[in-house]
C-alpha cells in the first residue's frame, strides 16, 4: 500500500497549495517515486525506533518513507515555507509527527530529541560534500549515512587512492566512514528532472584515524596536497612545512615518498604525516 506516500500528482498539487516552485539555488528536485523512497529507506537499513536526521526533507517524500518505517524522525529544513508544511503533510497522511528544524544543514548543530544515529537524505548537489563532512564532524552519534548525490559527486566521495577522482572528499570522509556507491538512481524520479545523474552513496562510521587536533592538521595537509595535485608532496606541501626540504624531511620521517604524490595516500598515511607534524 502507497496510500500515505507521495507519487507525481501528489506532490504537483502539494506544491500548487503551497505556492512553491523548485528552486535550482537551493538544489531542490523533489522526489516523485514512492518505489524509490521505499529503496532508499530499506538501503539505510532504518527500523523501527532508529532516530534518523534528513537533510532537506523538501515537501516530504522521502520524510514519509522513513516514517512508514517506524523511523523516529528529525528534519532539517532552510526553505521556511517547506519547514512549515510538513508536520501537517506527514500528520495528514500518516498520522505522524516529526521534528523540523529551520536551519541550515552546514552550520546546524542543535537538534531537538535523541542524537540521530543515521543520516538518510537527498542532498542538494552544489553543497553535498560540506553537508556530509561538517555532519560527520559536529554529529558523532551518526553511525551511519545513506544519501543520494550527483553522481559525480558521490563518485569522488567513494574513490580510492590513485584513482582520477581521488581526492579531498575522498580522504576526508575515510577519516571517519568506509565509503560506497550503493546504487544509482534515475534522473526521471525526479521533478524537476536534473540534468544529471544521480546515486545513492553509503557511510558507515569507523572510528576516527585520531583525535580531534590530529584531524585538523591531517585536513590542512590534505587541502595542500590536493590544492596543487600535480605536485610531488615535497613541493606541494612546501607552505606548510616552510621549506621543500622540511617538507621531504617530514615526509622521509613518516615514511612517505617525498616523490609521491597527494592522490596515492590514503587516509591513514596523512594521519601518519600528520602524527609527526606540528603544522
Not at 552544489?126 to 561538517?134: C, Y
Not at 560527520?136 to 559527486?153: C, H, I, N, T, Y
Amino acid at each position: 500500500m502507497t496510500a500515505g506516500l507521495l507519487g507525481a500528482s501528489d506532490i504537483r498539487a502539494l506544491a500548487g497549495r503551497l505556492g512553491v516552485s523548485p528552486t535550482k539555488s537551493r538544489g531542490q528536485n523533489f522526489v516523485v517515486d514512492p518505489g524509490v523512497v521505499r529503496r532508499i529507506t530499506a538501503l539505510a537499513g532504518v527500523r523501527p525506533g532508529d532516530r534518523v536526521l534528513e537533510v532537506g526533507p523538501g515537501l516530504g517524500s522521502l520524510s514519509l518513507a522513513l516514517l512508514e518505517a517506524g523511523a523516529s524522525l528529525v528534519a532539517v529544513e532552510l526553505d521556511p515555507v517547506l519547514a512549515a508544511a510538513l508536520p501537517a503533510t506527514v500528520a495528514e497522511r500518516l498520522g505522524a509527527s516529526v521534528d523540523v528544524v529551520l536551519a541550515d544543514a552546514l552550520t546546524v548543530t542543535d537538534l531537538p530529541g535523541e542524537p540521530p544515529t543515521k543520516l538518510v537524505a537527498n542532498l542538494p548537489y552544489n553543497v553535498a560534500v560540506p553537508i556530509v563532512l561538517g555532519l560527520l564532524e559536529r554529529l558523532p552519534s551518526l553511525g551511519s549515512a545513506l544519501v543520494m548525490v550527483q553522481a559525480e559527486v558521490g563518485a569522488r566521495l567513494a574513490a580510492g587512492p590513485g584513482t582520477k577522482v581521488y581526492g579531498v572528499p575522498s580522504v576526508k570522509a575515510a577519516w571517519w566512514c568506509d565509503v560506497r556507491v550503493a546504487g544509482s538512481v534515475s534522473r526521471q524520479v525526479f521533478w524537476p528532472a536534473p540534468h544529471v545523474d544521480s546515486c545513492l552513496v553509503s557511510l558507515v562510521r569507523h572510528e576516527p584515524l585520531g583525535p580531534e587536533p590530529l584531524r585538523r592538521r591531517a585536513f590542512r595537509l590534505v587541502d595542500a596536497a590536493f590544492a596543487q595535485r600535480r605536485k610531488t608532496l615535497r613541493g606541494a606541501l612546501a607552505a606548510v612545512y616552510g621549506s621543500p626540504a622540511a617538507a621531504e624531511a617530514a615526509l622521509r620521517a613518516a615514511g612517505l615518498d617525498p616523490g609521491a604524490r597527494g592522490e596515492t595516500l590514503t587516509a591513514a598515511e596523512f594521519a601518519r604525516l600528520a602524527l609527526g607534524s606540528s603544522s
